[in-house]
């Protein structure tokens, strides 16, 4: 007997909810991922001017030496999918990168010229992390290469495979490939990080030159390495810095399979 106007005015009270949710400025509805990624950069946030020479030391760790066998590691996104979402893209932090720390200093200067003659910065000490080689990490060439700057080579076998790349534009230079961790003094547990401007003192690449944006990632326990240096300085569009946690194959793109070779790291 009641059920029309039960349903009538079932019918009106979802009709109004629509139409006031409508009404709603979504710009004013807050975006969890938005909120937790502000929150994110608050927390890690460095100091952008240091006084020249200065150490830099981020308030959130970016290293994971512990071993990563069958494990994705925390700052190691899938390689199901290497191509960035949309939403993905929108969430990547391009504040400027600061002032480089220290001086310019041959042992801490890389190079790439091709896949053949390149540098890259390594540590220095048998079995240290690469996340504790921010400090003393020095320069290691090729065995071909004849920059000035190279004092020290890399051991035979240390690079099993490497492939290079220029951009159209001239924007920048890059070289990615694949190591052997037991050829060099390098922990295969170590989960890897990176070196930039600013890590280890005076860092700088001889493509852009002494504060030109340059990032290098090494990932011994994924036996991968990648390098890409910029013709201009925060260039945070082809050398996102604050990438340190993404992983070669995200934060420089590239080849790391090797078919001709045998060799994979990707």
Known sequence: MHSFPILSLLFLAS??????FN??????IPSLASTYWARYLNETNIQEDPPRGARLRRRHPRWFPSSVAGHIRPRQASTVNTTPSPSSIELINTRPTP???????????VHITDKSDFSLILPNKPGELIGDA???GVSYCSSSSKAPHCANNFSEGFVTAAAFEASDDGAYVQVTGCIDP?????????AGGQFDVRYPNGAQCTFGGYGASFIELIEPATQ???????ASANDQVNCNSHQDRA???NAIPGVYDFPDLGVSCN
């Open 15 to 20: 009709s109004v909810n629509a139409a006031a």
């Open 23 to 28: 009404v709603l400025d979504r710009s004013e």
């Open 99 to 109: 002032e480089p720390t220290g001086d310019s200093s041959p042992s801490t200067t």
């Open 134 to 136: 921010e400090v003393d």
């Open 182 to 190: 037991t050829k060099f003094h390098l922990n295969p547990a170590d």
């Open 224 to 230: 991968r390495f990648c390098m890409r240096c910029c």
């Open 247 to 249: 992983g070669c194959i």
